[in-house]
């Protein structure tokens, strides 16, 4: 599966996580058309997931997503993309029960997740002899 099919299927999931949530009223005026979903830049949002504490949803997002690459380069462009301090990142680290030492760089924890997510699937994979 290439990128563009992952974050199609990465899109697809955080769609279903905000309608499922939704109350029926909202779910039936979304079906008849008389409320819509609107796509908004998130600007704001991402300054502050880089300054401060990330919210257990975010942290999860990230999680599945990186779940869903199947190269490690992709999944740390993705967290590159994401621009998250080293305090965001071992808030990740810790969230995905991965012991982190202080003395960690960004760059070590970020291998750190990646291997734990991407890096566990492809080795994995290999051992079951899948080629996907």
Not at 26 to 54: N, V
Not at 123 to 132: E, L, N, P
């Amino acid at each position: 599966m290439g990128d563009e099919a992952r974050y199609v299927a990465i899109i697809l999931q955080q769609v279903a996580r905000l309608i499922k949530g939704l109350p029926s009223e909202d779910l039936e005026d979304l079906a008849k058309g008389r409320k819509k979903i609107i796509i908004e830049e998130r600007t704001k949002r991402s300054k502050s997931i880089t300054s401060g504490q990330i919210e257990a949803s975010d942290l999860e997002q990230i999680r599945e997503a990186l779940s869903e690459f199947g190269e490690r380069d992709s999944g740390k462009e993705y967290l590159n993309r994401l621009d998250l301090s080293k305090a965001n990142l071992q808030e990740l680290a810790y969230f995905m029960d991965l012991p982190i030492p202080k003395s960690d760089t960004i760059d070590s924890i970020k291998d750190r997740i990646i291997e734990s997510t991407i890096g566990y699937k492809l080795r994995s994979q290999a051992i079951r002899g899948d080629d996907a």
